[in-house]
Structures are given as C-alpha cells and as structure tokens.
C-alpha cells in the first residue's frame, strides 16, 4: 500500500510466508530451503520518503519484534548532469540479499540514478 500527500510518501508492505515441508536432505530439491526467514525478515517493510526537489530521501524499516532482528536502509540521490542523479544509499541488519537473509550485514554504495525514486 502505497500512501502520498505533498512531497511526502509512504508505504507498507506486508507478507506471510507459507511454509514447506522439513527438508530431510539439504541435496533435496523439495522441502523448505529457509524456514527461519520470518525470524530475521519479519511480516512487512514500512517506508517514507522525501521529495525536496533536487533531492530525495527514503527511510525503509523492518523488524521482527519477537527476535529482535531487522533492517534499516536510507537513500538519498542527488543532482549531478541534467537528468543524472547520484544515489547513496546505507543498509545495516538482515535481509539485504535471499542468500544472506540470515547475516547481520552493514553496507554502503554509491551509483547513478536514472530516474526518480518516487
């Protein structure tokens, strides 16, 4: 769900994950190849963000508040020629990736935007 008023946005996003069969062999195909997901992804992301004009910030948040893991992510672009924007962007706790969804990680970038955020 997507909310907007002004220069200002937010969104929630929730999800509930539908369990699998135990995998009995982690060759196997079939089975549940992350069951603890949840404990570091939580149910939903919740996000705003900020249009100043040359400039845009958004804030994303997640949390299981029963394990106490989640993740917070900000991004900011900024003019640099005509149309092009630069975009940094910081991300510290879990999920950042599916294959690493169970690391506590801390990252930086930086990069060019080709368009708006919102």
Known sequence: MIFEKENWVWFVRPWYRLS?????????????????????????????????????????????????NGAVQVNLTTPLYGKLKGYVTFFNGYGDSLIDYNHNQTRFGLGIALNNMF
Do not use: C
Not at 31 to 55: K, T
């Open 20 to 68: 699998e069969d135990t995998k009995t062999d982690p060759l196997e195909p079939g089975g549940d190849d992350n069951p603890d997901i949840a404990d570091y992804m939580g149910h939903a992301e919740y996000g705003v963000g900020y249009d100043f004009g040359d400039y845009e910030l958004s804030v994303k948040l997640r949390q299981n508040f029963s394990t106490s």
